[in-house]
Every structure is written in C-alpha cells, then in structure tokens.
C-alpha cells in the first residue's frame, strides 16, 4: 500500500500509528539536528538530490517515514526491502526494476531496512550498483553500521544518528492524532489532559509507534460525559500499561525525585535503598537506560580511583542490558548499582575537573611548552617543536623526573587539581603521586630548574 495514498491515510482499519505518518517533513517530528531548517535532509528532500545514506537509531524513531518521505520528495521509484526477508534474488530484481525506472529516466531509492542483517555476498550483490548511481541506497538499522556493515558499502553511503524520541516530541506526536479529524482520532473530539499523556510517552520508551498504538488502545477506555464529550482519564490507562500508569503523575517530579533517591543511596553506599528506587523507578514506567546513565555518572563522579572497576563495569552493564533485553538485562544494572554502593567513596576526581575548570577560566590564554608539541613537518621541528621531550618509557621507572619536564606551561602559577583520597585503591594512587613527588625533589637537587 503507498503511504501517501489517500486510501491509505483514511483507511479505518489500519492501526492509528499508519494512519498518522507523515507525509512531508513539515509534518515529521523529532529529529531537529536532521531535518530541521538548512539541516541535511531537509536541504536534500528540497533538492531532490539523495545521497546514499544509513539511518541509524532505535526502532519507532522514524527511519521508515523518513525514507519514504526523502524518496517522494526525490520524484524517486521506491524499492522496500527488508533485509530479513530478501535475499541475493529479491536484490536482483529490484536492481532489474531500477533499470527499467532509469530507462524511463526515473532515479530508483532502495529502502532496505534492517540493513545490518545482510550477509557477505547480499552486500556483494548490493555495492556495484550503489557504486554506479543505479540504486541510491537508504539503510536502517537499529545497530552500529560500523560493525555491522561492510567497509566497502559503509565508504558509500553517509550515516546519520536518529535519536530516540523526547516526552515533549511524544507528547506532541499524540496531541496530532488526537486533533487530525482525517487520519487520526479527531473526529471523537476525546480530551486528554498533558499528565495522562506524559505516562503514555514514557510508557512507549521513546518509540512514537508504541506510543500511537498505546494511545489508540486506551482510547478505548474513555468517559464520556454528560454533554457527551470523551474524556481520557489517568485511570483508564491501568488497562493498557498496568502498573505503569500510577507512576510520575506530577509534572515529573517523581520522575527525578527517584533518579535523585538511587544517586544519593549510592553515594551513601546503602545497596538495599538504591535496589528499592531502582525497582519502584522501573516498576512505574522510568526507563532503565535512565538509571544505568546515573549510574555511569556515579563512577567517577562518587567512586572514582577508590575503585578503578566500577566504570568499566557500569559500562558492561549498559552493554549487558542492551544485549540481553529489559528482563535480563535489569538485573545487569542491579548488579552495577550494589557494586557501586559496596565501592569505596572518593569524589576526588570530580574535585580535580572543577578545580581544573575553574582555573582555566581564570587563565584561558597559555601556550603549551615547546617540547611538548607535536613536530610532524620539518619546518616545525626547526622552530624546535618537540626538542627536549623526554620519552618516559626510557627514564628510569618510567617517570622523567624535575619541574624542568612537568608539563606544565611556563607562564603559568602553579596548581594541584588531583588530590586523592585514602579510600580503597585512590590510597595507592596518592602513594604513587608522593613517591614521584620525591623523585621529582631529588632530580631537582642534583640538576635545579633554570
């Protein structure tokens, strides 16, 4: 069925989500830093001229409608192709199609979605007619084309980031189908208040499909009045997001009141207080990729060297809980935040960033020392860029030793950011710095600075 067909946009049958896609991208939500004014789709869409590109982003973002819309502006021949379900064969054929499209002197889009499900010889088959222009190629993919895709193809074709959607963009998605009298609910002229439709956005996880579908469920649960006006109530969403629908109902501000609880239970290394926010935040709808991001902050913000593993742990949980799912992977963010809580406490490097910060903005002009800088050109190795510099790896243990090699610029006072604490493994970091403090003393004794 085309999209931009007006049996297609009115069909009743179809799910409200289909119903409600955009057809231009004055109607596309989301996305500013792309289709926004003098962004790069929108000047290619009002081109006409389409470059080979890979959408990249979570599902229900838009990729599909993006493409489709990229694709009519174009005055292109649309192929829709799901990497799934085609093979070298089904390729072919499109390539056939295309040919056939540019007798006519019609340029040929190939929408391939889930691109990063095609296999080695599908790519093959793919590159030489992207190479020759026959085929403008827009993938989607849900994950990292760098790794997923092939170098060759990958070369060809621009990556743009889509990022999942905002409450506010949700919101704004919703408040659009419930208004648009043709396509959407508007004819039913069903009120919604902000707060019914804000749990109904972070219910969907960003996903504006999820949200419509979500939408067009709970519709079926509306009051009607004695005036005979529907009204969509904070109690009817029970029906459709269960437990979801009694959390965060005041303007958000449970919404931050939870993340705040996790940080400072962590901080308090109380393991048992942040499992209890945790839960009751992923219980009432909160996204778990919301906690893990807190999570990640805590690391160095809270533990810092005190345990040099709980960053790189944080981080293999985020990994873990993309990987795994939302109910598997919910326990790889438990596992992250008890580890957190357990770890020994130093704040020490989020001390040293703003004391670093505080002084560069109180010197924000100073050049960096001669020999510290890079001499790729003979003309600058003249200049004497990069004479002097010591390479630690030759120095005994390691460490140049004397104020005459700090690093430090001349012009310069000097100044101390880093201080550690004696908490957990930081107390072995604040050794090291003492000790290379009494080498940098006893080189300076035997060679004093100029």
């Known amino acids: 069925m085309d999209l931009f067909s007006d049996s297609a946009a009115t069909d009743d049958n179809a799910p409200l989500a289909f119903r409600m896609r955009p057809r231009s991208l004055d109607d596309y939500l989301g996305q500013p830093a792309l289709v926004g004014p003098d962004k790069p789709l929108r000047r290619m869409a009002e081109s006409g001229r389409l470059r080979s590109m890979i959408l990249w982003g979570p599902p229900g973002v838009g990729k599909t409608t993006l493409a489709e819309i990229l694709a009519a ?4 021949t649309l192929e829709h192709l799901s990497a799934v379900m ?6 072919r054929a499109a390539v056939e199609r295309a040919r056939d499209a540019r007798a006519r002197q019609r340029p040929t889009v190939l929408f391939l979605d889930e691109i990063h499900r ?10 030489p007619h992207v190479e020759s222009g026959l085929l403008t190629l827009i993938g989607a993919t849900t994950e990292n084309p760098s790794f997923e895709v092939n170098s060759a193809l990958l070369s060809r074709a621009r990556v743009y980031v889509l990022k999942t959607l905002g409450e506010a963009e949700l919101i704004a998605v919703m408040r659009r189908a419930l208004g648009d009298v043709q396509r959407g609910l508007g004819a039913r002229h069903i009120h919604a208040g902000d707060a019914v439709l804000a749990t109904l956005a972070r219910a969907s996880g960003g996903d504006a499909r999820r949200a419509l579908g979500l939408l067009e469920s709970a519709c079926d649960f509306t009051r009607t009045d004695d005036t005979g006006r529907e ?8 029906a459709v997001i269960g437990h979801q629908a009694s959390a965060f109902d005041k303007q958000g501000d449970h919404y931050y009141d939870l993340l705040s609880a996790i940080h400072k239970s962590v901080r308090s290394s109380r393991p048992d207080a942040a499992l209890l926010y945790i839960a009751r935040f992923v219980q009432g709808g909160g996204d778990p990729l919301d906690v893990i991001r807190r999570l990640a902050a805590i690391a160095s913000e809270d533990v810092g060297n005190a345990e040099p593993r709980a960053l790189p742990l944080v981080m ?11 109910y598997e992977g919910q326990r790889a963010i438990a596992h992250a935040a008890i580890h957190l809580a357990v770890a020994p406490k130093s704040n020490a490097i989020d001390q040293a960033w703003k004391t670093a910060q505080a002084f560069v903005a109180d010197h924000p002009h100073f050049e960096v020392p001669t020999y510290l800088r890079n001499a790729p050109t003979k003309l600058m190795a003249s200049l004497g860029h990069g004479e002097g510099y010591r390479y630690a790896h030759n120095e005994p243990h390691a460490y140049p030793a004397g104020s005459a090699h700090d690093c430090w610029p001349g012009e310069l006072p000097s100044a101390a950011f880093f201080a550690p604490s004696d908490h957990g493994q930081e107390k072995r970091f604040k050794q090291m ?4 403090a009494s080498l940098d003393a006893e080189a300076d004794a035997h060679h004093p600075p100029q």
Do not use: I, M, P, T
């Open 73 to 76: 502006a174009s005055g292109a």
């Open 86 to 91: 085609a093979g070298v064969k089904e390729l």
């Open 118 to 127: 095609l296999n080695k010889s599908q790519q093959d088959a793919l590159l």
């Open 231 to 238: 009204h969509l109530e904070h109690d009817a969403l029970e």
């Open 316 to 326: 293999a949980a985020w990994d873990a809980y993309l990987r795994l799912g939302d």
């Open 433 to 436: 710095q003492e000790w290379r």
